[in-house]
């Protein structure tokens, strides 16, 4: 069974990072991409970017070069995503979604989701 | 890389059926049949709906089709049933440094 399993709610101040954990199970971690999509309350899906646990770089929407770090661990099939920088803007929820063995296709399974809220 | 453009609300009555359109341009839609859909209850995490344009993923019920003409992909519910009710959205590979663009939603409502 394909799973991924996102670590809790984050509450951080203006300025920090957050660092959000997707823990995978059920196919084999280094053969397919993990995506990270955020969803601000009330707002549609907004792709952020994408890393291949088999290896490389890797790569995020425009927006968010420069404010994102993805990062593996192949020995857990867990991946994290770090925000840096945080403002209020960036209050949404976090889902890492598993994608396919190339890019392009479609995301499925979800996480759960994960809340982070900025706020002083 | 703007956003896909989709109705912001589609309604229909029990039994009867809806479409709901995805906007986009040769960059995206036009360009690749990397087409998706995806269903989301509030508060819950999205559902794969419909894959690489008109492709149903095992489970999902066969009253979900999709498919694309141009520029326009479309979604279409037939036999509207009230846990149909929900946000909808589309998704597509792009040509651009951002991969991939999401529609703008839609919500469905069964009267």
């Known amino acids: 069974q394909l799973q991924l399993v996102q670590s809790g709610t984050e509450v951080k101040k203006p300025g920090a990072s957050v660092k959000v954990s997707c823990k995978t199970s059920g196919f084999t971690f280094t053969s397919y991409y993990i995506h990270w999509v955020r969803q601000a309350p009330g707002q549609g899906l907004e792709w952020m970017g994408m890393i291949n646990p088999g290896g490389g770089s890797p790569t995020f929407a425009q927006k968010f070069q420069g404010k994102v770090t993805m990062t593996r661990d192949t020995s857990t099939s867990t991946v994290y995503m770090e925000l840096s920088s945080l403002t209020y803007e960036d209050t949404t929820v976090y889902y890492c979604?598993?994608?396919?063995?190339?890019?392009?296709?479609?995301?499925?399974?979800w996480g759960q989701g994960t809340l982070v809220t900025v706020s002083s | 890389q703007s956003a896909l453009t989709q109705p912001a609300s589609v309604s229909g009555s029990p039994g009867q059926s809806i479409t709901i359109s995805c906007t986009g341009t040769s960059s995206d839609v036009g360009g690749y049949n990397y087409v998706s859909w995806y269903q989301q209850h509030p508060g819950k995490a999205p559902k794969l709906m419909i894959y690489?344009?008109?492709n149903r993923p095992s489970g999902v019920s066969n009253r979900f089709s999709g498919s694309k003409s141009g520029y326009t992909a479309s979604l279409t519910i037939s036999g509207l049933q009230a846990e149909d009710e929900a946000d909808y959205y589309c998704?597509?590979?792009?040509?651009?440094?951002?991969?991939?663009?999401f529609g703008t939603g839609t919500k469905v409502t069964v009267l």
């Open positions: 979604v598993l994608g396919g063995i190339a890019p392009g296709g479609w995301f499925d399974p």
């Open positions: 690489d344009v008109s």
């Open positions: 998704t597509s590979y792009t040509i651009s440094t951002t991969l991939y663009v």
